[in-house]
């Protein structure tokens, strides 16, 4: 059955519960890939998306790291942005107004220097009404310390309670891949009081001129995403859905609705969209559309039906003989 079939069939109900938002469907836009959303405005229709995750709003206005920032690798992209954006204020005044014209809940990403600079952002936000939830950044690789937050539950249970204490907005907490087991993380900021978690953030990684023998990004690493991270990403999304009961925002390396619907089977309730954006702008309704699909096609009337349902791989006889001696 195709997307256009599907939508002329009863179609199957996609929305979604993060938090207190509920999402038309589960397909919402990596925190970075996805600008404030007036830049792909003419390409995709916010009214269709589950909700627009933006990028980054610091408490003051950030330049980033220097040029090269971006570089291709094979089955995905390294960067090392740092977090560029116009500031709180400049979100508020110039960004927001743009966005609450569409019928779609808006996630604001946000990153900080300490728990108190969290807090502060996520409470002016809260205040000023241009956000339905807060995405704390606690794990970016590209700035110094940008990853300290998400790789020691302590720290991360910190910055979530300050945020906790200042808002009602859905808190989402955004991991980190570059720690040695998520799991006592993931659970710290369910404890602390996260109503969902994303994950992943990107891995650090690096890419060298061999010609010019000098690395390629100017900050030295960067943060590894698209396809070639998405068994890790799946991998870590089953983990923390077996840790925590609050919902999950999984990402890493979905091009296509098939991509998709593997991380909703491992346990994500709902799905970003991040480095496929730059190859196919439309990729986040043609994700939505797809999972549509194949929610008809396999006979499932709801998109929560198939949320953690993934069931352990047939295991086949062996075909190698038992050895005869020990080695
Ligand atoms: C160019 C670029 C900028 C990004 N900026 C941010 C950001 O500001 N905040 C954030 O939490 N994640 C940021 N990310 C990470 C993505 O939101 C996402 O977690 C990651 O790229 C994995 O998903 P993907 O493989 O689908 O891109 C950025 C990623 C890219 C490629």
Do not use: W
Not at 96 to 106: G, K, S, T, V
Not at 223 to 247: D, E, F, W
Not at 250 to 274: K, P, Q, R, W
């Amino acid at each position: 059955m195709t997307a256009a079939a599907v939508t002329a069939a009863a179609a199957p109900d996609l929305s979604v519960q993060i938090g207190k938002l509920t999402l038309r469907n589960p397909v919402t836009t990596g925190s970075g890939t996805f600008g404030f959303g007036s830049e792909l405005a003419d390409l995709v229709d916010l009214n269709r998306l589950g909700a627009v995750c933006v990028k980054a709003t610091t408490s003051h206005a950030r330049i980033g790291n220097p040029p090269a920032r971006i570089v291709e690798t094979p089955g995905g992209m390294l960067n090392a942005i740092g977090l560029q954006n116009g500031g709180v204020e400049n979100y508020i005044r110039e960004k927001a107004p743009f966005l609450r014209r569409f019928d779609c809940p808006i996630i604001v990403n946000v990153p900080g220097e300490d728990p108190e600079d969290f807090a502060a952002v996520t409470r002016r936000l809260t205040e000023a009404g241009v956000a339905d939830a807060i995405e704390l950044n606690i794990s970016c690789p590209n700035v110094s310390h940008g990853l300290d937050y998400a790789t020691d539950p302590r720290l991360t249970a910190e910055v979530v309670s300050a945020c906790r204490k200042v808002t009602d907005l859905t808190l989402i907490a955004k991991l980190s891949p570059n720690v040695t087991d998520i799991r006592p993380i993931a659970k710290a900021a369910q404890d602390a009081g996260a109503d969902a978690i994303s994950l992943i953030n990107t891995l650090v990684g690096t890419s060298i001129d061999i010609k010019r023998r000098r690395f390629r990004l100017a900050n030295g690493t960067g943060g590894l995403s698209g396809p070639a991270i998405k068994p890790i990403a799946l991998n870590l999304v089953y983990r923390v859905a077996q840790t925590v009961t609050v919902p999950i925002i999984g990402m890493g390396g979905i091009m296509d609705a098939s991509d998709a619907v593997e991380f909703l089977l491992a346990g994500a309730t709902a799905v970003a969209v991040g480095t496929a954006t730059f190859v196919n702008p439309t990729a986040v309704h043609e994700v939505a559309d797809g999972i549509a699909a194949y929610l008809a096609q396999n006979g499932f009337t709801e998109v929560r039906q198939i949320i953690g349902a993934v069931q352990a791989a047939d295991i086949r006889p062996r075909t190698t003989p038992e050895p005869t001696q020990e080695i």
